[in-house]
């Protein structure tokens, strides 16, 4: 069955620091994955979209990696701010699997000033 | 402003009372998707559409219906509503053209059945 797991599950950080979120995923063969970030009450917004062949790609302080051949990818984050706190995503598309989407359960960050 | 626009944003209703939650987008894009969100489950996709008349299920179909008659348009239609189906509704759009491209969401239709 495809999947997409996320870790932690929730994360608590102090204004500045840096910030990891992993993402395994089973979904075969792989097309795709997005990073979302969601404030709550509000529709997700899209941080950055991969291929398989991307390993890493950037929007300001956000980093995504991605590592088709574990199924793993991480998103990191520099020098958080208050503004970060928010649910954070990943979606996982499979080839040929049209548009169906498969999301993991979101990381919920709190930035504490 | 580009955007996808979703009616209305809150909803109480009763079971069995038929209803449509309508999404609307103006950027023109071939693909649009509900999905429904759910505390401890996360977001999961009801029905997808790659374009005008083509519809497909997603992870969460039963109970749900939708139509693609028009490229900016993609209702959510819930026939005879239950109680399960109260949840966080979002519709998104994009474009589909072989390649990922980013996916917009609306603001969410809350929607509670009694």
């Known amino acids: 069955k495809n999947q997409v797991e996320q870790s932690p599950q929730s994360l608590i950080i102090l204004e500045g620091k840096n910030c990891t979120l992993q993402?395994?995923?089973?979904?075969?063969?792989?097309?795709?994955l997005r990073w979302y970030k969601q404030d709550t009450g509000r529709g997700p917004v899209s941080l950055t979209i991969m291929t398989f062949s991307e390993n890493t790609k950037s929007n300001g302080r956000y980093t995504a990696t991605l590592d088709a051949d574990t199924k793993q990818s991480s998103l990191h984050i520099t020098a958080s701010q208050l503004s970060d706190s928010a649910s954070y995503i990943c979606v996982v598309s499979g080839y040929n699997q049209g548009g169906k989407l498969i999301f993991g359960q979101g990381t919920e960050l709190s930035v504490k000033p | 402003e580009a955007q996808v626009t979703q009616n209305p944003r809150y909803l109480i209703t009763v079971t069995g009372k038929k209803l449509t939650v309508t999404c609307s987008q103006n950027?023109?894009?071939?693909?649009m998707s509900w999905y429904r969100q759910d505390p401890g489950l996360g977001l999961r996709q009801i029905y997808y559409s790659m374009n005008v008349e083509v519809t497909d299920k997603g992870d969460v179909p039963e109970g749900y219906k939708v139509s693609r008659k028009e490229k900016r348009n993609f209702p959510l239609i819930l026939e005879s509503p239950s109680p399960n189906q109260t949840s966080l509704y979002f519709c998104a759009s994009s474009f589909n053209r072989g390649f990922p491209y980013e996916q917009y969401f609306g603001p969410g239709t809350r929607l509670t059945v009694t």
């Open positions: 993402c395994n995923y089973t979904v075969s063969p792989f097309s795709n």
């Open positions: 950027m023109n894009h071939e693909y």
